[in-house]
């Protein structure tokens, strides 16, 4: 992911011609040598084996960070109590009530923050988003989303124990439940209620040093969902579904309509409104275009195809707009990946207690 | 309903060849006038304007039941008591109290019976069983279903009121997730626990006499669902999912690969199994085809696609070999038509209670 | 084939309750014995083993065609001469020259003819037309069309020598060219003149008794076709193309849109028209459903699937009533047929001369 | 597509990060402003308003040609003439003749060349030609290809007289018939002679000054294809095909599967082998993942998409490569841009006669 954010530095500015330049200061690694290495390659002028060291250099405006979640926490408060703005990857943290504190600090200290939920970045996305917000499907009272993919099915695969590890975030609830989640809130608005059931599918796993070792985070996860609009729908989250490589989509219905998309076709959007002509009618599978926010700075041509990168890339835009413009902010927020991991929360909550939770039952 | 039913027996006798061949001898309708034009029509001998006549008629063996559920109990009794054989449409009962009730007097009266779940007969859904008792997929971890359809969108359709009275069944609830449950239970088995919320999206709808009317009954439902087995999953029924015409569809995920289907394609089957070559795998789109089971009665060439007339003509077949046949009976049975209406109340009263509800909770 | 039609006249009936109702009389076969199997198997009154008895029953109104194509003709004939509508099964005849001859014999005696293009039927295909006729994709100008299916693929499979020999037709050329020739005439009108190319792929096969054989008939064909409202395009046929098993599609654009299907979904019809909202515009996926022609008498819901021997079932609607009106006649008829034949001819005809050839060039 | 190839040859960097660095060094367009605003946009250190001071210019190791073709040949001539490599969009020239000069020139000078047929470069692409190479599939014998977009269907929008005119190719047959002919060749190799039919739809469009203007050239082109190999088969190119935005794909066939993909899915390739399980089997769909080449510099995970411009980062990697390496050359070069043209002249040639036309009777 280190690597991804590299890439889209470059290809923002190449892409978006940006006013403000990006100078990839400082890259930071478990060791010096690792550090140099990786900031050759990737193009950064200085490299660090601490990465304390990055909150205190006065060279740098922000820090970027993409380790594992569970050292997100430390590293985001020392950038911000540096006064540094901070990019993080998702999930924010491993809970709400340590997202939170980040929140709090963030604001206290006036700095700006972003969360790399990237396929909120996806012009058809957006799409969907603007379909929602114009009426188009009318009043939205039905979401159902799933993300599937299923690079922990083998259960002899080599895995690094932090990653099962609880106190890492619940595994599939807080690697894809996290993108789901924050889809569900984007298009259909802040979640009120879950009731969910986690599932373990593999209890046993081999680790890095070849040793057999107990899992309980989620391999899968469900969860009805209650919107604060109304809505009313469900989400799963899946790492162990066969076949399923970026299956992250949904169904929003409507009194007047239903959207579809499904990101393994990421430049696809399904759409059925009412009141087409009789014998006519179906849905309609939109494909991205230029017609469609920010894909006609990739490529004039509509059904040319974005990928993942430029996902990413327009993130990174959005991200440099957000530090630098006046009045202004980066989105999505700490503030909104800790919405995100109150809605996590409250599915474990859920699960643990075996009924309903409320996401103000949360921190 | 009626009117398929007249069709399929037509067709199965057309397609099967069976030994033993059904007349259709009385047709019972509201008044004798409807039932005497449409036994005209349909090929029926007789006609009657009481369907009292037929528990009375020694002529007739069994007694087919399509009128709206509420009226089920009433004339499948009658039938059980007189001796004869029972078919009726899904939901066998409006409850699962009365739907036990049925299941008893028709054992004691050493009747057969069979509910019309029709999807289950498609070959599509036999091969996707056959799939998951081979173990080709592993064990199974992960059920996602739901059936999705529109006909109850539009606000300003006249309504029958009786179909949106609870005492007729919940709606949706009944109605679509009959099916989905139906599909779970087959695929899957026993269904033990759900936690399920229901939704009424159009409060108001217009009756037949124009006046308006209050709404109660579900227009949507999800639930998640506890299997017997250890997987999990979820399932939701929509009959105002505006564009969805027959989405009746499921997602099993198992240890070994992944299967699913939507019936809006009722001849295609999705594949995933793992082991395949690096670099050449994917989900296979398997089409019907004669090495499907009843595919090759109807057509000798793989592709060319079955009905939905066609899955009633097998179910036709299935009832009558099973009314015939020795030490055999038709199937899904009447129990099985209470075990899915377990489920569906179930559903309700964690619905109600706002909890996890226990399949064994309810009758 | 003998056995679908059988099925489809009990399925017109119950289906579409014509007035008038057809007897299954007399059914001829190879032998008495076969024929007597048949006969009870499909519901036929009476069975002989000289098809030579059908032309001299006064019973028999109708001589009902399923032989092997090299047959038709003879069969026919004596049919007609006899005073009989005929039926015959696709294509009408080896060459266009035997076509015709059999085009003006019925119109001389004044017999009523059928050929069986079932997939003209499909209400699918006549929506498409319906698209086409009423000018929403404006004027058209190109159509591409194919039919692939891998039934002849393997080169073990043994094979009755009469379907090889080109004196019964050119292999797929006849086989399934005839399909995608009659959509094209059907849809865009009369085919001038084609420029085409035949492909024996497998130069040797199996025959029945085990010996190698040699093959010169066509595994595929492709040609181009100049219609002559001014329309281009291009057809292609395959009996060895692997996986392919109803492939029968087509894509035909217009001024104002375009429309596309693909038969292995013989319910769904792609149409993109000009002029739909920005950024929303898209290929709709239309479902059969009952605003489409004759898809009401099969089942009332959309999206419920129709099959192909429901196809079959149109088809025998259409010549029942065709034979019974006054004034009227079933369609598409042995004039229909020839013209389809004058196509298949042209191809033969401009692939051994390597160069364009007109339709009216050949009989 | 200037603009795409600056973005290429910053995002070859960032994602291969080669080991030679290209410097963009001189950037010429109309004017000195002109090329002055680009230059700045896209970070080239200079610019100029004649492109000839390329040529010219010491620092300059090779000159990329993104002008209309019609620029192409009198610009590569210059560049090869002062010993500068040349990239080159396609077509390369305007007729097969010009095309060949310049391979010629560029052979003598000893400069190296490439043509940028960018769809070659996609891993969906590379991967079909694995599946072919390795025998897979058998024996090709059949290919279908097409490549249909609709940004010419409007004949209200202001066009370039120049790009009508047919001395810079003939419309449709260069613009998107060179991508289909280039991969044909790619797949099955060299065309062999071909019977082809263009087709001018809108005779009339509107010039950019307002004026009506009288065109000639392609809108549509089908092609009969028969190929040195044996096989057989056809191509499409349309221009005016509404609602297709980037529908390049084929169908290839051999004796033992078949593979097909469109690209309006750019990253997915069904894939259908013989000696699949019965009932099991069916077309797999492939998506592009790591194992397939040069995925994985892009994103580690599969089915994560990659875009369109992913694909010409490729390719100006591929350029990068084969510029620096020693005994390597970039593909495709000139020669390959010649061969291509080849074709398309054959195309015209055997419209205008009529009849088929070798490929070898063309320059």
Known sequence: MGRAHAIAYRAARAIFDPSTQVTLEVLADATPELASTAAA???FVRSTGDWRNLAADPQIDMVDITTPTR????????????????????????????AWALVEEAEAAGVKTMVGFNYLKNPITVLAREIIESGEIGEVFGFHGQHFEDYMLDPNTLVSPWRFDPRSG???????????ISLARFLVGPVEAVSARRHTVLGERVAADG???RVEVADEVSSLLRFAS??????????VAAGRKMALGCEVRGTKGTLAFDFERINELQLYTVGQPVGRDGFTTVLAGPAHQ????FVPAPGHQLGFNDLKAIEV???????????QAPWPDFREGWEVQRVIDAIIESDRSNGWCRIDQVA
């Open 230 to 239: 109304g809505a009313e729908g469900a989400m799963a989250a899946s790492w």
């Open 71 to 98: 050292l997100h926490v430390e590293m985001a408060r020392a950038a911000i109590v540096a006064g540094k703005h901070v990019y993080c990857e998702k999930p924010l943290a491993p809970t709400a009530t340590e």
């Open 294 to 297: 920010d894909y006609a700075s």
């Open 41 to 43: 390659s990737l193009g």
């Open 317 to 327: 835009r959005d991200l440099i707009e957000g530090l630098t413009a006046d009045g």
């Open 170 to 180: 619940d595994g599939v609830t807080a690697d894809l439940g996290s993108h789901i």
């Open 211 to 213: 040793t057999a070792m």
